[in-house]
């Protein structure tokens, strides 16, 4: 009798217990703000030498937006240079990024025309100076801030799709202050990259019997003949098709979670969620037919480590055509790491595999003494 008494009260505290929970749990959120006091709740940084910043920083004489994050300021800094060009990563960065944390100090940087960025300056006073070698300057100034800032010789400069051009430049022309570069949907050449996602695109639209796709893809053909720039005109037919067949993301029809997953940041302000179209907008305007007519395979040789991370599946910006590139040039050392399961969005497609490949492949690459101060 005492046994069974005991437990029912057993039973009557754990179920009591339950109800309280329940009673406690807040309400799911109803708004953007609720939403995103939540992920900022959970992410969080508290531990004792970690680092939580999110300011301006004055670089090419405006304002421009960085997020600094790590559990530990004693870890190598991380700067992550965003595609586009004006695709920012810092709003989705919530997502991804979490885990780098734990072994990097993590920036993330809103470039010149783009995300929080454009909306801390005035578009028409910098449009004349959105120019693809005032964003490489920019870069520059940026990774010689966080240098001296933090007092490190060297960083770890990660370049995504656009920004893998500029995070290329740096490894040219400044190996000395890179631990490694890292390109995720790295650039190499780009007119016949454009020609292979049309192909991409139109081998798809044929196989699934897709005559209206056919019938768009027929009418930019021929597409990125030579070197001229393709017209945007032509280029959101192939990225439309591109996209529906898997070829930025794969096995989705395009990177509208990405796109949605943008207004959780809660580094954005709801005045910088609303400007996220235009500033990719105004950024796409003013580099977008430079990018596209890039050809980075005259780099053969770079004085750092060099990484890349490929997509199986990029079609967007061609990883055959990285892998071809990665295969020629020469670097101290250097490694590529396949995602079988992504197209151009690594990150966000295969986050475990991208975190274990930051700390298996390029955490090792920083020296494990401190850095000595930059003067």
Known sequence: MRSRFLSFIAVFVLCASASCLRAEEPPSPSNRAE???IIADMRRIVTPDGIERHEKVRI??????VSIRGSDKRNPILLMVHGGPGWVSM?????????WEEYFTVV???QRGAGSTYAANDPVAVASTITPERMIADTEEMIGWLRKEFGKQKVFVLGHSWGSYLGLEMARRHPDWLYAYIGIGQMTNMPESERQGWQFAMDEARKAGNTEAIKELESIAPYAE???PVPLSSLMIQRKWLNQFGGMVYRRTGGQAESAAMSLS????????????EASNYSLDKLLSHA???????VKHLDCPLILF???????VSSSLGEAWFQKVQAPSKRLVWFENSAHEVMNEEPGKTLISLVRYVRPLANENPDAMVH
């Open 35 to 37: 939403a995103v006091k």
């Open 60 to 65: 090419g004489g405006i304002d421009q937006w």
């Open 91 to 99: 709003p989705t960065s919530w997502y991804f990024q979490r885990g």
């Open 108 to 110: 993330q940087w809103d």
């Open 226 to 228: 030579g070197t001229k």
């Open 266 to 277: 809660p580094e954005y302000t709801d005045r910088d969620v609303q400007l996220i179209g």
């Open 292 to 298: 596209l007519t890039l050809d980075l395979g005259g």
């Open 310 to 316: 490929l997509g199986r599946h990029d079609h967007n």
